[in-house]
């Protein structure tokens, strides 16, 4: 009798997983075209599976040649639908908080904290987002700032006199390190309260790329506990500074000066500039290396521009405002990187309303997911979108485009993407006037939660003479 009602309870439950999993899909009956996978996991796995950057990948390539570039699917545990169309995701960034709101998975917002600006909405939001703010603005293209960088990009590529090979990933994550922890807390990186927090960050960034589980010994886990003490080293930190005030003004003590932050705000606000300051830059760095070593002829063009930059200053002259608005080629790389190696494949919104969008309904409370790297490699915007062609963007004005969104848009467009920017510029112009360099291995960047380097790039150097 027992065994029959153990049957009969697991019967049951199954069919409500089964029911609850596909009860969305009969509530409307305009939605768009798609499926849901199997119940619990939806299509979640093969959607995360990871492929080259430069790609949609397997699962989205399938998608849109069956369904369209919209489609519904069942992912991250909810129905959601997939929009790889650049109206669409165009409507979605510029309708925050008014039709869509952020909406993170639990795990994301497990390791990044809930005051991280990537998941805080509404009035928390537009707070801290102004504390970004405010950081772009003391930075901008001010000759301290800029000197920073210079010195920073000068002393990386210095480092390399006498060796043979570099890994690339590994040397560029150097240089913007150096500069954020200059800015923000007034550090050197040979600091040991630096040194601490880059160890953890590190093994706080493999679990931001990991599955999600929170097994303990899995990356994730231990990025959670790496964060825990990122946070107990930056508690001593932020007490010893308010004992011993710096002599030189950094932005931390703009941070000590808002009563309205708590402890854990001003944690995530570090995360979330090593995140987009310093992860973004080298990242970015690493994939234009990755195709210009593939590409020779861009080399030398954007070696000549910044040549000519170099001709009307001395050699050990720092890099202005001005030599950086004489960049045009070198942009229009950045641009190309950008659009090619996809640093941010998508995010994550939830409709807050009933939406009718083009003949179909996106319902309330379903997730809709932008992907801005589909986007960008759409041949019906980018002719041969596989290519790396910088030429593409020539006179192209690219505020405000629809099919070009690498920092998101809206209300949430990243706060510093023009020093990001800025970062590589300055650090492309000592590279390209010392080094030529090749890729005996092929190592692709591989698009995860984040764009990685399976074997860190690995490059040989050749030292330009004079």
Request: with cysteine; hydrophobic share 40%; charged share 25%.
């Amino acid at each position: 009798m027992v065994p029959m009602l153990l049957l009969i309870a697991l019967a049951a439950l199954a069919a409500a997983v089964v029911l609850r999993h596909f009860l969305p899909l009969f509530r409307h009956s305009d939605l768009p075209k798609g499926s849901f996978g199997w119940p619990l996991i939806g299509e979640t796995l093969g959607f995360l599976r990871p492929h080259p950057s430069n790609t949609t990948g397997g699962f989205l390539h399938d998608r849109i040649s069956r369904y369209g570039t919209v489609f519904k699917s069942h992912l991250f545990g909810a129905p959601t639908v997939v929009s790889c169309d650049e109206e669409l995701n165009h409507f979605v960034l510029n309708n925050e908080e008014r039709l869509f709101q952020c909406s993170y998975p639990g795990a994301i917002r497990t390791i990044l904290g809930e005051s991280s600006l990537l998941v805080v909405t509404g009035e928390r939001h537009r707070q801290i987002r102004s504390m970004f703010l405010a950081l772009v603005a003391s930075t901008g293209l001010k000759a301290s700032y800029l000197n920073g960088l210079d010195e920073s990009a000068r002393s990386v590529i210095a480092s390399w006199r006498g060796r043979d090979t570099v890994t690339f990933c590994v040397e560029a994550k150097k240089f913007p390190y150096k500069v954020i922890m200059d800015q923000v807390l007034g550090l050197s990186p040979d600091e040991p309260v630096a040194r601490r927090i880059l160890k953890e960050y590190e093994i706080f960034m493999k679990g931001v790329i990991s599955f999600p589980l929170t097994i303990p010994g899995t990356p994730f886990a231990r990025a959670v506990k790496a964060r825990k003490r990122i946070s107990e080293t930056m508690e001593k930190f932020i007490e010893d500074r308010k004992r011993s005030p710096s002599k030189k003004p950094v932005f931390l003590d703009v941070l000590l000066a808002n009563k309205e932050l708590t402890h854990e705000d001003k944690v995530a606000f570090l995360l979330d500039s090593l995140l987009a300051g310093h992860e973004t830059t080298s990242v970015l760095l690493s994939i234009i290396v990755y195709f210009l070593g593939k590409s020779p002829n861009v080399v030398e063009q954007l070696k000549k521009e910044h040549e000519s930059i170099r001709s009307g200053k001395g050699e050990d002259e720092l890099l202005t405002a001005d030599d950086y608005r004489k960049m045009d080629y070198t942009q229009r790389v950045i641009s190309e990187a950008l659009r090619c190696g996809n640093i941010v494949k998508l995010v994550h919104r939830k409709a807050l309303k009933d939406i009718s969008y083009k003949g179909y309904v996106i319902p309330a409370g379903w997730k809709v997911l932008p992907i801005l790297g589909a986007v960008h490699l759409d041949a019906s915007h980018h002719v041969e979108p596989q290519q790396f062609q910088p030429n593409r963007w020539e006179g192209l004005n690219q505020t405000g485009a629809k099919c070009f969104a690498p920092f998101g848009g809206g209300a949430r467009l990243c706060p510093g993407s023009e020093i990001v920017k800025t970062e590589a510029a300055f650090f492309l112009h000592h590279l390209v006037r010392n080094y030529r360099w090749r890729m005996d291995e092929e190592d692709v960047p591989m698009l995860h939660q984040y764009v990685e380097f399976k074997k860190g790039l690995p490059i040989q150097l050749e030292p330009l003479s004079g």
